[in-house]
């Protein structure tokens, strides 16, 4: 089975992203010609996605019940207030959420 050669009508808006590879004209040839098609190196994104040590901004943190649960009360009375305000279209489910 033959690999599809046919080129892809060039269109500026599908512009390769710059990637440490890009360095290397003929990757950045490469880059350019799979864009075209919505297409990416795997390769050059999932190093960042799939590191050999962990990689995270998260940072841990505990909420104990008895601390957050007045917090999570008053979240529901000021949003059963603003309900009132609000027409009935905009009302929507109450959320909180912990970060």
């Not at 892809?8 to 950045?28: D, L, M, T």
């Not at 190093?47 to 917090?71: G, M, N, R, S």
Request: glycine content about 2%; overall charge negative.
């Amino acid at each position: 089975m033959e690999a599809a050669t046919a080129p892809a009508a060039k269109n500026e808006s599908k512009k390769a992203q710059k990637y440490e590879g890009s360095a290397n004209p003929k990757r950045a040839e490469y880059y350019e010609r799979i864009s075209q098609r919505d297409m990416t190196p795997l390769w050059e994104v999932l190093k960042y996605i799939v590191t050999k040590q962990p990689i995270t901004q998260c940072v841990p943190a505990i909420w104990h019940f008895d601390e957050v649960k007045p917090l999570v009360e008053e979240a529901g009375r000021l949003r059963d207030k603003e309900k009132e305000l609000l027409a009935e279209k905009e009302a929507k489910e109450q959320e909180i959420m912990a970060v």
